[in-house]
């Protein structure tokens, strides 16, 4: 909210532990359910003037504050490093903010997905099975494999809530991209030929190289 004091066209909305469990935001709540630091759910609004009436762009970021691993913990080599598992969230964010300071005319939409994945004795285990915010039902498997369920909510509350005209995720959900990729490219999935071009494009415009998978 400081960041975005006095910018104009900026709406701030989030949700805690009480309303996404009115939502029915079992995924997300699940993985911040073994931190003494409850979730929340951050959407950072910004409409430019000017901006198209077709909806909004969607950007999505996993924003696990520290991911010890949870139950399934990780290796104590590095886990430190596990602080910047926040940095898609983080970066929508910021995606965000720099387009109300630049007066952009465009409508954009930054949904966090917040928790911190620790392994108390209320945190979720594996064959655990909980239940996503569009009904369907999750058994964990690892939960280390934490990014897919915060996303999961995340992506069908801003697919049957805001009405987007797309939707990009942006999220650290996988050492396997960055074993194949190194640190060159982040890889980029998508069903949309015509979006995933788009992206492309503007990531070789930028320096923030995109490769497209599988």
Known sequence: RAAVAGVP????????GPAMQRLGMGALLGVGQGSS??????????????????????????GITFDSGGISIKPGANMGNMKMDMSGAASVVGAVL????SGAPVDVVA???LAENMPDGG??????VLTAMNGKTIEIISTDAEGRLVLADALHWADTTLNPAAIVDVATLTGSVGGALGNDYAGLFSRHDALADQLKTAGDAT????????
């Open 9 to 16: 066209g900026v709406e701030i909305t989030e949700w805690d």
């Open 37 to 62: 630091r409850p979730p929340r759910l951050l959407a950072v609004r910004y409409r430019g003037q000017g901006a198209s009436n077709d909806g909004p762009i969607a950007l999505l970021g996993k």
């Open 98 to 101: 720099a387009l109300a300071k």
């Open 111 to 113: 949904v966090a997905a």
């Open 123 to 128: 945190a979720i285990r594996p064959a655990d």
């Open 207 to 214: 320096g923030e190289t995109l490769w497209r998978l599988p």
